[in-house]
């Protein structure tokens, strides 16, 4: 079965700093990759997500991703932090018509 | 707007207990999913739907059940309480494929078993 192992309960950056989250995937078929973001006391959005095609993937605010196949990675980048950055972010995988697979998650904090 | 509704949003019960949440969404879209959210766990699938009449078991089904009647309403029972069912519940929704497309969220139940 398909599972997502995000590198880093907690990342920390300043504001203005490169965001760098980390999630690494197994899937024993070719996969679709997703990142959410969920804010407090709130559900999940969709930031960005990959089928097929250009594997380097833009989303909302600024975010963006890259599937790399060799390394079966999809990390989240964004090249300059913002306050209203911080969340919980959630990299999730899913096997074609199989059940979403979700990470641990990883809190971001943006510090001033 | 259309959008999707969690209720209640806080719940206490006692172990034991018969509890339903509800999860009810005006997209109209034919899938609906019940996740559980817990520290150091993400999100996991309990149960989900396709459309009326459809239910699928997910990754930690036992002790939940679920029943699609219309398109719109998908309530999760959890038959007993158990202390380990105590977490926050989330219904999400999309339009095609679970695989494909993106899962619209409710704003959770915070649900607290003693």
């Known amino acids: 079965a398909q599972s997502v192992t995000q590198l880093g309960s907690h990342v920390s950056v300043s504001e203005g700093a490169l965001v760098l989250l980390r999630c690494n995937y197994s899937?024993?078929?070719?996969?679709?990759l997703f990142w959410y973001v969920q804010y407090p006391n709130q559900g999940l959005q969709l930031l960005l997500k990959y089928t097929t095609g250009a594997t380097l993937v833009k989303g909302i605010n600024g975010f963006e991703a890259e599937f790399k196949k060799s390394e079966t990675s999809f990390h989240l980048t964004k090249p300059s932090a913002h306050m209203s950055d911080a969340a919980e972010y959630f990299c999730?995988?899913?096997?074609?018509?199989?059940?979403?697979?979700f990470g641990a998650g990883t809190r971001l904090t943006v510090k001033p | 707007d259309a959008e999707i509704t969690q209720s209640p949003r806080h719940k206490i019960t006692e172990t034991g207990r018969q509890v339903t949440l509800a999860c009810h969404q005006t997209?109209?879209?034919?899938?609906m999913f019940w996740y559980r959210q817990d520290l150091g766990h993400g999100l996991r699938l309990i149960h989900y739907?396709?459309?009326?009449?459809?239910?699928n078991k997910g990754e930690v089904s036992d002790g939940y059940s679920v029943s699609r009647s219309n398109t719109e309403d998908l309530p999760l029972t959890l038959e007993s309480a158990a202390s380990s069912q105590t977490s926050v519940y989330f219904c999400a929704s999309s339009e095609r494929g679970l695989a494909v497309a993106e899962q619209f969220f409710g704003p959770g139940t915070r649900l607290t078993v003693l």
């Open positions: 999730a995988v899913s096997e074609r018509g199989n059940d979403m697979r």
């Open positions: 899937s024993s078929v070719p996969p679709y």
């Open positions: 997209w109209n879209h034919n899938n």
């Open positions: 739907s396709y459309g009326v009449h459809d239910t």
